[in-house]
């Protein structure tokens, strides 16, 4: 039932940003902020890059809102795609040279500071727990392309691999992710 | 995979690939289409699966940079409408393509419907200047028009008291303020007939927006009766509309018998003409008016919900199940052309 909840919350929200309804900004902020911060912060390992995209993905959900069709997927997965394009671009920016592998081998899996999303919360650790269990070449080749936004050609050189291989493995990585996620039952409309 | 745009599908799930002819192509290619959606799907599950709290200062800079690009909205006068709007488009997105091709009222499809409120939600932008450009879909059409009608009165509150023509039978204008009152009406009207289509149960308006809707209807009777030639001069009735959304109502049977604290023919705020009222709540629903020169004539009660459904056109005046004490004509007279204003 949270599903259709957070479907309704969406189109909500959606309805009174387009109306320039403030309070509706507040409580979007209020309740996706600390994913898209994650989602920036793991991208940027900056904290105050990270802010600077989470504020960009903020206005400019409350500048289009229209953009957000919640027929396509939950205004969490908006907030954290616009993020993640920001904190990329922001990366990018400033890492003239950087040795993705070696950032990641950095980052090891963090644990959340925040859950009081409870829902949220035990499907954050579904997610993390699945992408634990993917085979570590699957695991590089996503983190890679999602995290920094690498063609597959970037990808491939970036693991010594050819670009046909390079792709494959990021295809299989992200289909046993979604499969595996959907098997034990989440659904991304209740997020 | 030739023609297929192979190597950017991922990049396009992840919202890194703005080329118009990739998004052209996997709209139109099944297996391309799947490969996106796997992507897209695994591309949310990561963005979900870590939480943690931004420096509290951002809250506030967010806001102010906000505020910076777009000015926030200073009026509640779209709140029933935007309200409406977003239980409508829930819904919306959730039909399949038999239920958009289920007969609905009137005769139309539930496409035909809401393309139907498209157009006279459209109409309120036109007459503020704003033209809108053709939709492919019945859903987007609705989608633009009511967005662009949040948009442009969400920034300019100065409009709200521009008039506009009222959707309906017989023309009126009236301020956009009461317009946005009647597109809340209608958008709520169609959403349960879309619903009344695919078997599923009607819903209401949040008491606060029925109020505002009924003050309404009750604010163009007088008006009606005259155009209808069933107005009766220096004659009222008293309305008492029971349950979420209701109150008390002195409604005067034409518009010419304007009471005395009126001062003049109807004008263009919501509570001109010849009606006076007290929307507030149906427990504490004291009767209040304006009725100096005459007491009503008649006695109308029924709950404020079923009364919006008959101004719709939705329940028969005679099936309205009102109770009726006094001048039985009179009151039969006002629920007759209560029944007519709707937005048909």
């Known amino acids: ?191 | 995979m030739t023609g297929h745009p192979d190597d950017l599908l991922e990049a396009y799930a992840f919202g890194d690939c703005a080329d118009p002819s990739v998004a052209a192509h996997v709209g139109s290619c099944g297996p391309c289409s799947a490969q996106v959606s796997t992507a897209a799907r695994a591309a949310a599950w990561l963005s979900a699966s870590h939480f943690e709290a931004p420096p509290i200062t951002l809250r506030s800079r967010v806001l102010a940079a906000a505020r910076s690009v777009r000015a926030p909205s200073i009026s509640s006068a779209l709140d029933a409408y935007a309200g409406q709007v977003a239980v409508f488009g829930g819904l919306l997105d959730d039909l399949s393509a038999a239920d958009w091709r289920a007969p609905a009222v009137g005769g139309r499809t539930v496409a035909e419907l809401v393309s139907h409120l498209a157009a006279n939600d459209a109409q309120v932008a036109a007459d503020l200047g704003f033209t809108a450009p053709p939709a492919p879909t019945a859903r987007l059409e609705w989608r633009d028009r009511s967005d662009r009608l949040l948009r442009t009165v969400g920034s300019r509150a100065d409009l709200l008291g521009h008039p506009v023509r009222l959707a309906g039978r017989v023309p009126v204008r009236r301020p956009l303020r009461d317009a946005l009152t009647q597109r809340a009406f209608e958008t709520w009207i169609h959403h349960s007939d879309v619903r009344a289509a695919i078997a599923l149960p009607p819903v209401s308006p949040p008491p606060l927006h029925l109020a505002r809707i009924v003050a309404l209807g009750l604010s163009l009777l007088p008006g009606a009766m005259d155009t209808a030639g069933r107005g009766r001069p220096g004659v009222a009735v008293s309305v008492r509309l029971t349950g979420p959304g209701g109150g008390s109502f002195t409604v005067y049977l034409s518009a010419a018998a304007a009471g005395p604290s009126s001062g003049g023919p109807a004008g263009d705020s919501a509570a001109g003409g010849s009606f006076a009222g007290s929307a507030g709540d149906s427990a504490g629903g004291s009767f209040a008016g304006s009725a100096s020169d005459g007491a009503p004539v008649a006695e109308v009660r029924l709950p404020a919900e079923r009364f919006g459904r008959l101004l719709a056109g939705r329940i028969p005046a005679p099936a309205s199940a009102a109770e009726i004490s006094g001048d039985r004509p009179a009151a039969l007279d006002l629920l007759a052309v209560a029944a007519t204003l709707g937005c048909e």
Request: a neutral charge; charged letters at 25%.
């Open chain 1, 1 to 191: 039932m949270s599903d259709v909840r957070s479907h309704a919350d969406d189109t909500r929200l959606r309805a009174l940003l387009v109306a320039a309804d403030e309070a509706a900004l507040t409580e979007a902020y209020d309740r996706h902020a600390p994913s898209a911060y994650a989602l920036a912060a793991r991208i940027t390992g900056d904290p105050c890059c990270a802010e600077d995209a989470v504020q960009e993905a903020f206005v400019e959900l409350w500048r289009h809102p229209e953009r957000f069709d919640p027929a396509a997927g939950s205004l969490r997965t908006w907030l954290c795609m616009l993020a993640r394009r920001r904190a990329i671009d922001l990366l990018r920016r400033q890492s003239v040279q950087r040795t993705h592998l070696t950032r990641l081998a950095g980052q090891a899996p963090t644990e959340p500071t925040v859950e009081d999303d409870v829902l949220g919360a035990a499907q954050a650790k579904a997610v993390r727990e699945c992408v634990r269990e993917l085979p570590q070449l699957y695991r590089d080749a996503i983190a890679l392309a999602y995290y920094y936004g690498l063609s597959y050609r970037q990808v491939a050189i970036e693991l010594g691999v050819p670009e046909g291989t390079a792709k494959s493995r990021l295809r299989a990585g992200l289909r046993l992710l979604a499969d595996r996620m959907e098997a034990a039952g989440y659904s991304l409309s209740g997020q």
